[in-house]
C-alpha cells in the first residue's frame, strides 16, 4: 500500500546543553541537611525563603536575598551540620540554534512503508544511524516490549505525534509548569523521543529504534533553560515512577553533588542512566555524564564506516559511542550527502533534523531497552556489561578516551542479553553466545576446567572403587558472574 505524505520539516542544528557561572539562577540554591530540625536555626541566621524539599535526597532548596560568600558558606556549613551547598545552576540550549521550514508542496513524496529509512529530501542519506548499526538483522531477535519505559528527561514530548502517540505512556511530570502535562514546547525531547520509539512500519516518516514506551520529565522550558534542581526532581520522579531506563541528553560543566545524589539514588533503584558525553571536543568532565553510574556516550557519524563527530567531547570517563551526526558544511543546514539525524518534532506529524551527542544518547537508551526486553530479569549493571562487552572496538584498540568500549553493536548486545537468569548471585550465559575475549577470564575458566579434569581423575581412580553403587551419575554445573564496569 502506498500513500501520500504531506510533511513540513524542520532543520534544527543541536548544538549541546550548556550553562555557566553567570547562569546560575539567581540567588537559589541547594543545601544537603543532616538534621531537617537544624532548618528552622538556619532560616535565623540568613534571609532565606525555602522554596522546595526533595526529601529523598535529605536537600533543601532556598531562596537567598544575597549571594553567599565562601566565608559565610562555610559558616553554614561548620555551624548547622550542613553537608554542601552548592548554587542551582541554570541548564539550557545555546543561543544560536537556527530551524528551517519548508512548505507543504515542496516536501510532497509519495513511499511506502517507513519512507525516510532509505532516503530523505535533505540529505539523502535517510536514518543512516539506524542502518550503519545494523538495526535490521537486531530486530529479528528482540523488537521492543511495550512494558519497558524510558524515561526522556528533556523538553518535554509531542504525545499527539503519528510516531509518538502509540509509545506515549502517562506518569511523567512538568517541573516547569508543576502540573503533569509534558508536551514539548520546544522539540528537542520529541526529537529524542523518536529516536528511541518512533513507530516502526507505519507507512509514514521513520523508525525508531524499538517498539519502546517513553515516559517523559519536562525540565526545560520552550526556550530550552532549565535548572538543576528541575532535573534533579526529574531523575527521582522518573526511578519512583517505573522507569527501567532514564535518557539525559543535556547536561551542564560544573560538578553538582545533589545531581549525582540524585543519579545515585536512580540507579540504586535499577534504573540504567544514559547521558551525553557533550558538544565542546575537549575532554573536561560533563555531568551527569561523568559520574560512574551513567553510561557516558560520545557520538559518531558515518556509513558504513562510522568515526567520532568532531564536535564530540572525550576523556577517560567515556563508556561507549553512538550516531550522533555531523553538519560538514557548517552551514546549519543538512545538505545532500551529509549525516544528520532525522526524527521527530514537536509539531504534528512533522520532522526535524539535528546533530549531537544529545542524539547519540537515545541510540543507546533504545538498545538497553531492547535487552531488557530480551531478558527482563537484568540488572542495569547486567544491561551496562552487554552494551559495552558487544560494542565494535574502534579507535586504539580495546577502550580508548573517544570511542569508549566502541560503537554500540545492537544485535551483538542482544544476543548476550539472551540469558537464563539463575537467581542469586549469578547469570548463566547462553552457550550459544561467545563474547569478546579477555585473558583473564579465559586464564580462569583454563584452571576451572584443568582442576575439574584433576579431581575427576582422583575420583575415578581412588574413590569409586570404593562405593558400592552400581551407578554412579556426576551432574556438572558451570555459573559465570557478570559484573558491569
Known amino acids: 500500500m502506498k500513500r501520500n505524505i504531506c510533511l513540513v520539516i524542520l532543520v534544527f542544528f543541536f548544538m549541546y546543553f550548556h550553562s555557566d557561572v553567570s547562569a546560575e539562577t539567581s540567588r537559589e540554591y541547594l543545601i544537603k541537611v543532616e538534621d531537617f530540625k537544624k532548618v528552622e536555626e538556619l532560616s535565623k541566621f540568613l534571609k532565606i525563603d525555602f522554596i522546595d524539599e526533595i526529601k529523598e535526597i535529605e536537600v533543601i532548596m532556598i531562596r537567598s536575598q544575597s549571594v553567599f560568600s565562601d566565608t559565610v558558606?562555610?559558616?553554614?556549613?561548620?555551624?548547622?551540620?550542613?553537608?554542601?551547598?552548592?548554587?542551582?545552576?541554570?541548564?539550557?540550549?545555546?543561543?544560536?540554534?537556527?530551524?528551517?521550514?519548508?512548505?507543504?508542496?515542496?516536501?510532497?513524496?509519495?513511499?511506502?512503508?517507513?519512507?525516510?529509512?532509505?532516503?530523505?529530501?535533505?540529505?539523502?542519506?535517510?536514518?543512516?544511524?539506524?542502518?550503519?548499526?545494523?538495526?535490521?538483522?537486531?530486530w529479528k531477535k528482540e523488537t521492543g516490549?511495550?512494558?519497558?519505559?524510558?524515561?526522556?528527561?528533556?523538553?518535554?514530548?509531542?504525545?499527539?505525534?503519528?510516531?509518538?502517540?502509540?509509545?506515549?505512556?502517562?506518569?511523567?511530570?512538568?517541573?516547569?509548569?508543576?502540573?503533569?502535562?509534558?508536551?514539548?514546547?520546544?522539540?528537542?525531547?520529541?526529537?529524542?523521543?523518536?529516536?528511541?520509539?518512533?513507530?516502526?512500519?507505519?507507512q509514514i516518516g521513520i523508525s525508531g529504534m524499538g517498539d519502546i514506551r517513553i515516559m517523559a520529565e519536562k525540565v526545560l522550558d520552550s526556550t530550552g533553560s532549565g535548572t538543576i534542581s528541575d532535573l534533579i526532581q526529574g531523575i527521582i520522579h522518573a526511578a519512583d515512577n517505573g522507569a527501567d531506563i532514564i535518557n539525559l541528553s543535556l547536561g551542564t560543566d560544573f560538578y553538582s553533588q545533589a545531581l549525582k545524589d540524585a543519579v545515585d539514588y536512580a540507579h540504586e533503584k535499577g534504573c540504567i542512566l544514559i547521558a551525553a558525553a557533550g558538544n565542546r571536543p575537549n575532554s573536561n568532565p560533563h555531568y551527569p555524564a561523568t559520574f560512574s553510574n551513567v553510561i557516558a556516550t560520545s557520538a559518531t557519524y558515518g556509513e558504513p564506516q562510522d568515526i567520532l563527530a568532531p564536535y564530540s567531547n572525550y576523556g577517560e570517563w567515556i563508556d561507549v559511542s553512538a550516531p550522533?551526526?555531523?553538519?560538514?558544511?557548517?552551514?546549519?543546514?543538512?545538505?545532500?550527502?551529509?549525516?544528520?539525524?532525522?526524527?521527530?518534532?514537536?509539531?504534528?506529524?512533522?520532522?526535524?533534523?539535528?546533530?549531537?551527542?544529545?542524539?547519540?544518547?537515545?541510540?543507546?537508551?533504545?538498545?538497553?531497552?531492547?535487552?531488557?526486553?530480551?531478558?527482563?530479569?537484568?540488572?542495569?549493571?547486567?544491561?551496562?556489561?552487554?552494551i559495552l562487552q558487544s560494542a565494535v572496538d574502534k579507535g586504539s584498540e580495546g577502550w580508548d578516551p573517544f570511542y569508549g568500549h566502541g560503537r554500540i553493536n545492537p544485535e551483538e548486545a542482544i544476543s548476550l542479553s539472551n540469558i537464563q537468569s539463575v537467581g542469586g548471585d549469578g547469570l548463566m550465559i547462553n552457550p550459544k553466545h561467545q563474547i569478546r575475549k579477555n585473558p583473564i577470564i579465559i586464564s580462569f575458566i583454563m584452571f576451572v576446567i584443568s582442576l575439574s579434569i584433576v579431581m575427576v581423575g582422583i575420583v575415578s581412580k581412588y574413590l569409586l572403587p570404593f562405593m558400592h553403587r552400581d551407578k554412579i551419575k556426576l551432574y556438572k554445573r558451570t555459573r559465570s558472574h557478570i559484573r558491569g564496569k
Open 145 to 202: 516490549d511495550n512494558i519497558i519505559i524510558v524515561s526522556v528527561i528533556d523538553t518535554g514530548i509531542a504525545y499527539n505525534h503519528t510516531e509518538l502517540n502509540d509509545s506515549y505512556l502517562e506518569g511523567g511530570y512538568n517541573w516547569i509548569e508543576n502540573n503533569y502535562d509534558p508536551f514539548d514546547d520546544n522539540g528537542h525531547g520529541s526529537w529524542v523521543s523518536g529516536i528511541i520509539s518512533a513507530k516502526r512500519n507505519n
Open 73 to 138: 558558606t562555610n559558616k553554614i556549613i561548620m555551624k548547622y551540620g550542613i553537608h554542601y551547598i552548592e548554587p542551582n545552576f541554570k541548564i539550557s540550549i545555546p543561543e544560536d540554534q537556527t530551524f528551517f521550514e519548508l512548505s507543504n508542496k515542496e516536501t510532497m513524496i509519495t513511499y511506502s512503508d517507513d519512507p525516510f529509512y532509505d532516503s530523505d529530501p535533505l540529505t539523502q542519506k535517510g536514518q543512516w544511524n539506524l542502518r550503519v548499526l545494523n538495526i535490521e538483522e537486531a
Open 324 to 386: 550522533g551526526g555531523w553538519d560538514n558544511n557548517q552551514n546549519s543546514f543538512p545538505d545532500v550527502g551529509e549525516y544528520w539525524i532525522l526524527s521527530a518534532s514537536n509539531m504534528v506529524d512533522t520532522y526535524m533534523y539535528g546533530t549531537g551527542t544529545s542524539g547519540a544518547v537515545p541510540h543507546v537508551s533504545g538498545l538497553a531497552a531492547l535487552c531488557l526486553s530480551s531478558n527482563p530479569s537484568a540488572t542495569n549493571q547486567d544491561i551496562r556489561y552487554f
